[in-house]
């Protein structure tokens, strides 16, 4: 993979600056925006920073040095929460918390923060919850997730209770995301690898419904005994 610096993409000629963004932005790659769903943010610059005949930007670091704090906070705001459950680990009761750090003890101190680079994801979470205090910072991916499921798990026809695991597979089997149950209709996890999906307590239920995909399925473990 090839990745291009705010210098070098400027030295581009400008049409083909247009396509890379279009290309970007038909990927869904990340910072890559659309002008009109930040027209309030970026009308502070009084000057244009689109390329010729694009509707698109990057959030290069020096367009994000332009901006006022105030500005900087409600972008942030905006870029973490969308397109995300909201976390709710305010709403588990104290008891509920007692149960949980005894037997995931890696939940409390993570639910609810970032990561302070991406990399950690959802497999690696997994572990952490338990209390592998070594996976809270790895991108861990599927072949090491799998040989620790298979070591250290058995399947279970449990969902809702607390320990659980959840493991999300393709038509393939290949695992695409996974999760720890805590009982009573909530569930750690962490959506992706990047800094600014959270660890983060959700409903089951929310989470059920989020990661239906035509042909996945969800099977269930717990740690051996």
Not at 80 to 109: C, K, M, Y
Request: glycine residues 8%; aromatic residues 10%.
């Amino acid at each position: 993979m090839f990745l291009l610096d705010e210098g070098t993409y400027a030295a581009l000629p400008a049409p083909l600056r247009t396509a890379l963004l279009q290309e970007q932005e038909t990927y869904g790659r990340g910072l890559v925006e659309r002008v009109e769903n930040w027209q309030a943010q970026l009308s502070e610059l009084g000057d244009p920073i689109t390329d010729v005949d694009s509707a698109l930007f990057v959030w290069w670091p020096s367009l994000w040095r332009r901006f006022s704090e105030v500005t900087r906070q409600t972008v942030l705001l905006t870029f973490v929460t969308a397109d995300r459950l909201p976390h709710r680990g305010s709403e588990l009761t104290p008891s509920h918390w007692a149960h949980i750090r005894q037997t995931l003890p890696g939940v409390e101190p993570l639910a609810g923060t970032f990561a302070p680079q991406s990399g950690p994801n959802c497999l690696s979470t997994v572990l952490a919850a338990f209390g592998v205090s070594s996976a809270t910072d790895v991108w861990l991916h599927g072949g090491p997730f799998e040989r620790w499921l298979r070591a250290m798990t058995v399947v279970s026809d449990a969902v809702d209770v607390l320990g659980t695991i959840l493991v999300w597979r393709d038509a393939a089997g290949q695992v695409q995301h996974a999760a720890v149950a805590l009982g009573a209709g909530w569930l750690f996890h962490k959506e992706a690898q990047t800094w600014w999906a959270p660890w983060q307590i959700v409903a089951l239920p929310d989470a059920l419904e989020r990661w239906d995909e035509p042909g996945w399925h969800v099977s269930t473990h717990v740690l051996r005994r």
